[in-house]
């Protein structure tokens, strides 16, 4: 790999336009790359004074001692588009950002920057590789208290509207993707720049693409990922599969759940009353029949089948209420991910919003019979209760007792006989 020095920085911000073509001729808009060596001689914990819990192994703690002890780094730049003010100008901001001990690996952040005259929306990410032995000692000293982290700062620049905070899951995968091209024997300063500089493309580009292929299918693909069910894949190239399954995973409701889940544990921990949300469990294996069809992620996979430009669904069904999903995203300007991805996060928010009713008018209608009404009309109405009903039974927190187990057949029943929803 090159030297930094030896980088011959790429791209002039002055003579681009506000918007560029990727390979696929899509408009998007200018987006900008940095990545930077990080050097740092961090102390051991055996190194880090008197005044320290070294049994005191939580990550919160261990986080400080390594912010607040590192003081001696070096920052230099491998590979980047901007020019050299603009350069100069990140760099310092990110070395305030480091010297402050706020850049932990394993989750980037989001800042807005000035650079070159322009407030851009950076994301950065700390990329930890390797660490070395400081070899300069005296061999008849002691062992060295300190260490040589070889790691890097990966930095993404676009615009304030492309509202980078939506897609950090998506950059946080794509940075750390970065080390299999580090990490590679035949590494070259070029193949590192064309990962980079491909970032706007794959981790944030991928919503529109889906939009534009799916079109009326997308509701059935929304679908799927609601019920976190398996797709098999049949035809289609690379990046067409890779499309899918981000979309998939952004729409799906896993780690919503299980994130308020987690919180809600926590809860729980300081003794608080409040029940605790959905708990998916993957091993659960109740199956439904929407019209006639099962929909059991472990028994029928849904199938997406491609044929050139086309593709066909295989035991996938879909519903009203991701129907409309799907036309507000196909109503959307398909040029702005950002804009599709507020519009999923909408729709998840509110169908966490729509379990959260009915688990309320499940647990009151095991001794009301008219939250019992209330819960099948709820269920009519929401144009989810399929997706809504899976959940509840996954939910190892809800379907404790009898009682409930009771009340959700009931709910299945009258459901069933309106054609709607019947238990496999």
Not at 36 to 44: G, I, K
Not at 85 to 107: C, D, N
Request: glycine share 4%; with cysteine; hydrophobic share 35%.
């Amino acid at each position: 790999m090159a030297a930094a020095s030896d980088v011959e920085l790429a791209g002039d911000s002055e003579g681009k336009a506000d918007v560029c073509f990727d390979d696929e001729h899509n408009v998007q808009p200018i987006n900008y790359f940095a990545l930077y060596t990080y050097h740092a001689n961090r102390p051991s914990i055996q190194d880090l004074g008197p005044d320290v819990d070294k049994n005191d192994s939580t990550v919160a703690n261990f986080l400080q001692r390594e912010a607040t002890s590192n003081r001696d780094f070096s920052l230099s730049v491998i590979a980047t588009d901007l020019v050299a003010e603009q350069e100069t100008e990140l760099r310092e901001f990110i070395f305030k950002r480091l010297s402050r001990g706020t850049v932990y690996g394993g989750s980037g952040n989001v800042n807005n920057v000035d650079v070159g005259n322009e407030v851009l929306s950076c994301y950065y990410y700390l990329l930890r590789q390797q660490t070395i032995p400081d070899t300069d000692l005296d061999p008849d000293e002691p062992p060295s208290v300190f260490y040589t982290s070889i790691e890097y700062v990966i930095c993404f620049l676009i615009g304030t509207s492309a509202a980078l905070e939506l897609f950090r899951p998506e950059l946080d995968a794509y940075s750390e993707g970065l080390l299999a091209v580090l990490d590679s024997e035949a590494k070259e300063l070029t193949q590192i720049q064309s990962y980079l500089a491909r970032w706007y493309h794959q981790a944030a580009a991928y919503a529109c693409r889906c939009t534009d292929r799916f079109q009326e299918d997308l509701s059935l693909l929304i679908h799927t990922a609601l019920l976190d069910d398996k797709i098999n894949f049949i035809g289609g190239d690379e990046e067409v599969v890779s499309d899918v399954m981000k979309f998939v995973q952004v729409c799906s409701l896993s780690d919503l759940l299980q994130h308020m889940s987690d919180s809600d544990s926590n809860s729980q921990g300081t003794n608080s009353s409040e029940p605790t949300l959905i708990d998916l469990d993957s091993r659960a294996g109740v199956s439904y029949q929407i019209e006639g069809r099962s929909v059991n992620n472990s028994l029928r996979p849904v199938q997406l089948v491609f044929d050139g430009e086309t593709q066909q669904f295989q035991n996938a069904e879909s519903s009203p209420f991701c129907e409309e999903w799907s036309r507000l995203l196909l109503a959307s300007s398909r040029e702005n991910p950002a804009s599709l991805r507020q519009i999923i996060e909408d729709f998840k928010l509110r169908t966490i919003q729509d379990l959260n009713t009915l688990k309320r008018l499940v647990r009151q209608a095991e001794s009301d019979h008219y939250a019992l009404y209330r819960a099948f009309a709820f269920l009519r109405d929401c144009g989810n209760g399929g997706v809504l009903l899976r959940h509840i039974w996954k939910d190892e927190n809800t379907v404790t007792s009898q009682d409930t187990q009771s009340v959700l057949h009931v709910l299945e029943e009258f459901i069933s006989s309106n054609g709607t929803l019947t238990r496999a």
